[in-house]
Nanobody
Framework: QVQLVEFGGGYVQPGGSLRLSCVAS????????ISWYRQSPVTPRELVAS???????NYADSVKGRFTISRDNAKNTVYLQMNSLKPEDTAVYYC?????????WGQGTQVTVSS
């Protein structure tokens, strides 16, 4: 089991930027696929972006060109750089780890985009 903690959520105006961080415990971090999901009161939890142990990335169509996921294995951290934020990006953002069939989730961090 891995412990995941998210940082970096907050309040931002449309067009602004935020960077989320997901910090993981354990010594096998580099073997995990790490994903960011989001959920709002009106939408189900959805995949935003993921990065594999090999560094391959995947994005939801709604965030392509605006969000960038990256990982720093030396710091056991995955980042989600979010630019050109829109009100519809408002949600709780969750970090998820996957190795084999083992899945763990963080507690989530709130992102609010509003003028």
């Amino acid at each position: 089991q891995v412990q995941l903690v998210e940082f970096g959520g907050g309040y931002v105006q449309p067009g602004g930027s935020l960077r989320l961080s997901c910090v993981a415990s354990g010594s096998s971090f580099k073997l995990y696929t790490i994903s960011w999901y989001r959920q709002s009161p009106v939408t189900p939890r959805e995949l935003v972006a993921s990065v594999s142990s090999a560094g391959s990335t995947n994005y939801a169509d709604s965030v392509k060109g605006r969000f960038t996921i990256s990982r720093d294995n030396a710091k056991n951290t995955v980042y989600l750089q979010m630019n050109s934020l829109k009100p519809e990006d408002t949600a709780v953002y969750y970090c998820r780890s996957l190795i084999g069939t083992l899945i763990d989730w963080g507690q989530g961090t709130q992102v609010t985009v509003s003028s």
